[in-house]
């Protein structure tokens, strides 16, 4: 990992709106955690139970709360929020390939498209008809993009992304290779011998700043919408089905499944690979572990489990048969309290 | 969301073989939910839970079986199956692009390959060798379809979908994008040190009206074929290993996994989020509720599921701790109730 | 399925290193199981628990060890492993299309690529800047190789693939279509309003002959690499997030997700569903059930689970809701248990 980009201490601060504490002239060369930081890197600390780290830490610097400053010896850089400094930090030190503006010769573009300024559409891309790109859009190579999707200023889709018909996305969406929006949503009739199929007329709606990871599928609607309100960050693996309307920064981490017209709130977070029944809603700020089901609405913020805590097998075999007999038990119990009251 | 198609309610009551109660002469532009229907629009009434909704709705006319025709007012189609005729209503109304016949100058088709009348290849497509294409078939840009893949009458490809060598479709299978069938099924022999690879030679079958969706990935047969059989409908992120045998008419939901050579009957629904480890039989009709899993066959008809029902996750600690004591407690239960026998 | 390769049992038992029992010259046409062989194909006996199929199968010769010598009629090939034997024998036997080498005519192959000996690039592929494919690599129709990743001797990507830049590949890797590698990981600091994007400046780095299944995805670290050690076998729809680390020859099946930073040892099998939460350790030869989630670092070898076993959902339901109520049944029994006690 090189990672060519240099920075004084003195251009960080500036750069991180941080108030410098030590030498500013200390060139960081990249970033690192405390405990793998070597010299010329800049490091976080935010959490006291890391405090023993800042005693061993190689780094040349270090973001760090006012009230944590008395903790580290050498160079600082103080700011309100260490984590969100260095996030921002990851961003300047981000030296990862850019795709030059400009249509590949071997893209297929609908002459009916519409394309922004500055957009960058790689090899083998294939734009259908009607299509409209906003400003500094960037398509990675082997994405397909259906008829009349509109793509915000800013996008950027990595690699083998599929979009299908009336797919739109809000400003600054990035989707990463192998996601696919706009799938027919999974709903079907039965007539008694077989299945027949709802045509899913919605679309998909996607707000600014969205973040969709590597294979998620987001269905299109049934009637109305497929809608993800802006800020909201998916992770790789997910399945959205149609109708849900996820609110506002939403976190859904990786191998989430949502049924159909789920409704989640503002700032939740989906841990990852839990799933939501159809037809619930999910207030907002609630957070629910990682493999839980959601079965119900659930209509007050907090933390929400399913499931049992690992075990070693033998153990847990014994005592997941006794589950079997749980209500037995309970009603047992109730039966001997009855009885003992009595005596 | 502009549908452009129109329809009189005569001549709906014509197409969905339903009985015209009311104006034939309205014009229905669209479909939508009770709830949410705007004048012009045409809705259903199945369920008398949502009776309510009658009464406020805007529906210009509602699909409604004969036995509560008294509880709506306006214009009715009557039929025994209002939410089948709502499914074929939707078949009416779906205004999404069609792929026109012929094959894009970009895609890449075999000299062997044999294409029926009227296939419709887009763009970067590619076909490779002896691949056998019927009639109506639709490819949508960036699939590649293996070496003697054969694909029925009508199916329908969305885009980058992937086919290994010796696929076999039915007719009118349609596969949605991301979904990837006939890669290798995962059979190792461990030799003490490391795992040897079990070439996979068997191959992918697929009966007619199956549909999978996007991201679904359906493994080759070791020895023998995976096979799905005819009306089955598959949701998306669904992992169908090695051997496997789905039958007639299942309904298998987004993020299922099942394992090597897991046989499902006719008519069941798998869950979301379901599984089943391998070498398991399920009989017809067995319904496994959503993120459960299947650990032994089921031999018999019926509703089954495993997990716990979320709680407040601090409520939910207390409980899964004593889980891990269940045995114990059933054991303790019973101390006690052969001692109080014994009194 | 017809397999076009014929060997005599003669040259099997030389190829399988295996001594023959019985005639050389009979010419064995394909492989299958005990139970599904016909005449001229080769099997293979090595769990007692099938000793009933020995008797009615219609095998050519059977693969067996030296002690189950006796319970086979018929031709045989002795070896210590017959499992491992019949592994090697399907790669005997496959007669899965190969790509021929060289470059097609539509793959987009930057000019600073370097390509090893006998490579072959299958239509529409995308090899960007500065990859290096070392000798033998096979890159399937629509795979996309991202800047500078390195794919070692004999790797062999599917269709349809993606990897992002700086992904690192051992040598004989194979890589299923749909599959991701490099995607960035999901990391962002909460400001207190939205998600601040944490750059994954990481990378993806994979051992030699690591399988990995389709539409599997592998994001690139934050900051140091997501690193998957040599002989490590991965099914299909897994989802491996940033930072992780699997040791050598460990087994992940499909549809398992790890969030990020969990470190797994050496020949450990991470059953099919299954989870592990952030940050977590797993010994050596850990073995975790289907659809069980790790919520706790295990250091010691052994099987773990999660989860409750399958019921009927009338009678789950009720044991369900008693769990619920566990934590106040134990504390009950515990009251009873007193006062029991006392008398």
């Not at 002239?25 to 800042?54: C, E, K, M, R």
């Not at 009637?223 to 993800?228: G, K, N, V, W």
């Not at 989430?256 to 619930?280: F, N, P, R």
């Amino acid at each position: 990992m090189t990672h060519k980009l240099n920075y004084t201490l003195a251009e960080l601060a500036k750069l991180l709106s941080a108030e410098l504490v030590g030498d500013g002239q200390v060139v960081i060369t990249g970033l690192a955690t405390l405990q793998n930081a070597s010299s010329g890197q800049l490091s976080f600390f935010s959490n006291p139970f890391y405090a023993d780290q800042l005693k061993t830490s190689q780094a040349s610097a270090i973001l760090v709360e006012e009230k944590y400053l008395d903790r580290c010896s050498g160079n600082k850089l103080v700011t309100a929020k260490p984590y969100v400094a260095f996030a921002l930090a990851t961003q300047l030190f981000d030296n990862s390939p850019r795709q030059g503006a400009g249509v590949h010769y071997s893209a297929c573009v609908d002459a009916s498209a519409e394309l922004g300024e500055n957009v960058s559409i790689a090899a083998n891309v294939v734009i259908e008809a009607n299509v409209k790109l906003g400003n500094d859009v960037v398509i990675g190579a082997g994405c397909v993009i259906g008829q009349n999707s509109i793509l915000g200023d800013g996008c950027k889709l990595h690699r083998n992304v599929t979009l299908y018909h009336r797919v739109t996305l809000g400003k600054n969406v990035e989707i990463h290779s192998g996601a696919v929006l706009g799938a027919d949503g999974f709903g079907f009739a039965f007539d008694g011998s077989k299945s027949v199929k709802i045509q899913q007329l919605g679309a998909v709606k996607i707000g600014d700043d969205v973040e969709i990871g590597a294979c998620t599928t987001i269905d299109r609607g049934a009637l109305e919408d497929t809608e993800i309100a802006k800020g909201v960050k998916i992770d790789s693996q997910v399945q959205i089905a149609h109708n849900c309307k996820i609110g506002e920064h939403t976190i859904i981490c990786g191998c989430v499944g949502l049924a159909g017209s789920v409704t989640i709130g503002k700032y939740c977070i989906m841990g990852g690979g839990s799933g939501a029944v159809g037809h619930i809603s999910i207030a907002d700020k609630v957070q629910v572990s990682a493999m839980s089901l959601v079965s119900q609405s659930i209509p007050q913020a907090g933390m929400y489990s399913t499931g049992t805590i690992q075990a070693k097998t033998s153990q847990w075999k014994r005592n997941a048969i006794r589950f079997q007999q749980l209500d037995s038990i309970a009603k047992r119990l109730k039966e001997i309290e009855k009885s003992t009251d009595k005596n």
